[in-house]
């Protein structure tokens, strides 16, 4: 039997760090203790009762194709396969964190009602306040003080889950999120405050 060749083992080991780095693995296999505490902090949040704002799964292009139609998902930008299974991971997540929703709204596009079906099933209701507003922005701030007021009247005790669109979460964040990425929020008197984020 040969000795094991050290330096060949350093190497596979640094060859294989690497990878899994590269492909966003690391983390996951590292354990919760690579959880950024920011992150772990908006997780505490949800647990006793917080709201976060989650933009819609992957779903490649732009706006919405000059056809669109609510309520005929055909005519609209829809996720695609790496955007359902981003939309089941989010919900094994927030599972695997145990977070349970009290509440879990989305827009009426299909984009967001498929992110909030696959992660939270049987649960979703949808809100045309959470609407997107991209393609008219004259109706973003009467849109976004009524989205706001809806947050505020949260009471829990568990997590409000909002499933909507990137234009309206920067609108009541001042945060532009990734696709399936939540920012989580905690009422601070008459104001919504920012805790912190979750990855999609």
């Known amino acids: 039997m040969k000795p094991i060749d050290q330096k060949s083992l350093r190497r596979t080991a640094f060859l294989a760090t690497v990878l899994l780095s590269m492909f966003g693995l690391w983390p996951a296999l590292a354990g919760s203790e690579e959880v950024d505490p920011q992150e772990k902090k908006a997780w505490a949040a949800l647990r006793s009762g917080g709201i976060v704002l989650l933009r819609h799964a992957n779903a490649p292009g732009f706006g919405d194709p000059p056809e669109f139609m609510l309520g005929d998902c055909r005519t ?12 089941q991971g989010i919900g094994a997540r927030f599972r695997q964190q145990g977070v349970r929703p009290g509440k879990v709204l989305a827009s009426q596009w ?9 992660a939270f099933p049987g649960q979703v209701e949808p809100e045309p306040v959470f609407n997107s507003f991209f393609q008219d922005r004259s109706e973003a701030p009467a849109q976004t003080a009524m989205a706001r007021a809806l947050l505020l009247a949260w009471r829990g005790p568990s997590a409000l889950v909002v499933v909507t669109h990137q234009v309206n979460i920067t609108a009541l964040s001042d945060i532009v999120p990734a696709s399936g990425e939540g920012i989580v929020l905690q009422r601070d008197g008459p104001q919504l405050r920012v805790v912190g984020r979750v990855r999609p």
């Not at 609209?76 to 939309?87: K, P």
């Not at 299909?110 to 909030?116: Q, S, V």
């Open 76 to 87: 609209q930008r829809n996720l695609d396969a790496a955007g359902r299974a981003q939309a």
């Open 110 to 118: 299909c984009r967001t009602l498929d992110t909030a079906e696959a």
